[in-house]
C-alpha cells in the first residue's frame, strides 16, 4: 500500500499542464465499442481508471495500444458483451458500456459498478431509460441481463439531471431506430465532449450543453481520432491547492468558463485572477476571507467533485462560510481526518460550518474516496509539519502524475511503499 509524505509550509508556485478529464475520457472509451476501425484518443489521462476501462475493452475483444496520453482502441474485432465481475467493480464508470454493448451487441451482461464510496448512487435511472427504449432487463445470480435487439426511439424525461445516465442513454439510443429525445438531462461539458466524439464517428446528436438532447440512431459509427477535453475538476484542485499555500499557479490548456463558479468565488474574495482561453493564473496576493454559503449542483453550478478541496481551503480562509452538498450524502467522510489535523468545522445535516481558521497540524490520515483523498493532500501542503496521506489508490483513480506535478510546483511530497 501506498502513501504520500509531505512536508508542508511551503508557498506553491508554477505551472501546471491539465490533463485530458476523467469525467469525458471513460464513457468516450466505452462509446469506442460501438465502433468499427481504429479510434485514436489524445489527451487520454494516466490515471488508474482509464487503465481499468482499457483492461474492460480488452476483455470485451477490443484490440487496445498506446502510450503515455495517446491511445488506440479498435473494436472491429470485439466478440463478447459480459464485463467480468472483478473489472465492474473496480470503478463505477463501467456502467457506462450497458448503453454502448446494446448499440453494437443488442445485449449486456454488467454487475453492480464500484468505485469511491460517497454516497447511494444507484442506477435506476440508468436502467429505467434504457427500458424506455425497448431494452429488457432481468437480474440474475448479482448479474444484470441487458437485452435489446430491436431498440426503439422514444422520448426519456429523466426524473434527476444524471450525468452517468445521460451519457449511457444517449449510446443506447444510437442503436435504436428513430430519433430519441432525453429530456431534463444533464449539462455537463463531458456530455459535450462525447457527442463531439459520436458525431465525428458519424453518429448525428445535438443538443448535449442543453436540458434536451436529441439522438437520430440507427447509423453506422467508424472510428476517428478524437483529444479529450481538459480536465475542469484537475483545474481546481491546483488553483485552490496553490491559493491554499498562499502561493500562485498557471495553468496551461484549460479555459475560465470550464470552472467559472469557482473563479466567480475567488475574484469575489480578491484574489487575483488572470485568463485566456487557452490558461488559467491565479495568485494569493489580495486574497481575503470567504464568507457566505456555497452549495453544489448539477452544471453549471458548483461542482461537486470540487466541495473536499475547497472546504479545505476554507479552513485556512473561510471562517463563517458553508459548504452545502446537494448531490452525495457521504462525501463528507475527510471531514473527520480534516479535523484529525486541527480544522475547526463541523458537519450539520448536508452542510459543513467553518467556525474559525486554524493553522492545521500535520497528521497521519487516510483516503476514503478520489476527491476526498485530493483535500488530504491539500491540507498537507498547507499544514505545519509533516503530514502522512494513507490509500493513494483512491487519489490515483483521478489524478496522473500527481506528485510530479506538485513538486513542480515547488511542493515538497514523496511517495513510500508499505
Not at 50 to 56: A, D
Not at 211 to 239: N, Q, S
Request: aromatic letters at 6%; one cysteine or more.
Amino acid at each position: 500500500m501506498e502513501e504520500y509524505l509531505i512536508k508542508g509550509g511551503k508557498k506553491l508556485d508554477g505551472a501546471v499542464k491539465i490533463s485530458g478529464a476523467k469525467n469525458a475520457a471513460l464513457p468516450i472509451l466505452a462509446a469506442a465499442v460501438m465502433t468499427r476501425g481504429e479510434n485514436v484518443f489524445t489527451a487520454c489521462p494516466q490515471i488508474s481508471d482509464v487503465s481499468s476501462m482499457l483492461k474492460i475493452l480488452q476483455s470485451l475483444g477490443c484490440k487496445v495500444d498506446g502510450s503515455k496520453e495517446t491511445v488506440s482502441v479498435d473494436a472491429s474485432m470485439m466478440n463478447r458483451c459480459r464485463i467480468p465481475d472483478s473489472l465492474m467493480k473496480e470503478m463505477r464508470s463501467s456502467v457506462f458500456l450497458a448503453g454502448a454493448l446494446l448499440t453494437r451487441c443488442g445485449e449486456a451482461v454488467i454487475s453492480s459498478p464500484g468505485g469511491c464510496d460517497i454516497g447511494k448512487r444507484p442506477i435506476d435511472i440508468h436502467i429505467s431509460g434504457l427500458e424506455k427504449l425497448g431494452a429488457k432487463i432481468e437480474q440474475k445470480d448479482g448479474c444484470i441481463l441487458i437485452k435489446g435487439n430491436k431498440l426503439e426511439a422514444a422520448d426519456v424525461i429523466m426524473p434527476y439531471p444524471s450525468v452517468g445516465a445521460t451519457e449511457n442513454i444517449m449510446m443506447a439510443a444510437i442503436g435504436a431506430k428513430g430519433t430519441t429525445r432525453l429530456i431534463n438531462c444533464a449539462r455537463e461539458p463531458e456530455i459535450a465532449d462525447l457527442q463531439n466524439y459520436i458525431n465525428r464517428c458519424g453518429g448525428k446528436i445535438s443538443g448535449a450543453g442543453t436540458g434536451v438532447i436529441t439522438v437520430e440512431g440507427g447509423r453506422e459509427l467508424k472510428g476517428c481520432e478524437h483529444r479529450i477535453m481538459a480536465d475542469r475538476i484537475e483545474a481546481g484542485t491546483y488553483l485552490l491547492m496553490a491559493l491554499a499555500t498562499e502561493g500562485r499557479v498557471f495553468l496551461d490548456g484549460i479555459s475560465r468558463p470550464l470552472i467559472e463558479p469557482l473563479m466567480r468565488i475567488l475574484e469575489n474574495a480578491g484574489y487575483d485572477i488572470k485568463s485566456s482561453q487557452e490558461w488559467i493564473w491565479a495568485s494569493y496576493t489580495g486574497g481575503r476571507n470567504i464568507h457566505g454559503i456555497i452549495r453544489t449542483a448539477p452544471y453549471p453550478g458548483f461542482p461537486t467533485d470540487l466541495q473536499p478541496q475547497m472546504t479545505t481551503f476554507l479552513a485556512k480562509a473561510g471562517a463563517g462560510a458553508i459548504i452545502e452538498e446537494n448531490i452525495f450524502e457521504k462525501r463528507f467522510e475527510y471531514v473527520k481526518q480534516l479535523k484529525k489535523m486541527g480544522a475547526d468545522i463541523e458537519i450539520f445535516e448536508n452542510k459543513v460550518i467553518i467556525r474559525n481558521n486554524n493553522i492545521l497540524c500535520g497528521a497521519q490520515v487516510e483516503a476514503q474516496d478520489l476527491r476526498g483523498g485530493a483535500a488530504l493532500v491539500i491540507a498537507g501542503l498547507m499544514a505545519d509539519g509533516s503530514t502522512v496521506v494513507r490509500n493513494t489508490k483512491y487519489i490515483k483513480r483521478g489524478y496522473g502524475e500527481f506528485t510530479e506535478k506538485i513538486k513542480g510546483l515547488g511542493g515538497e511530497i514523496t511517495v513510500n511503499e508499505n
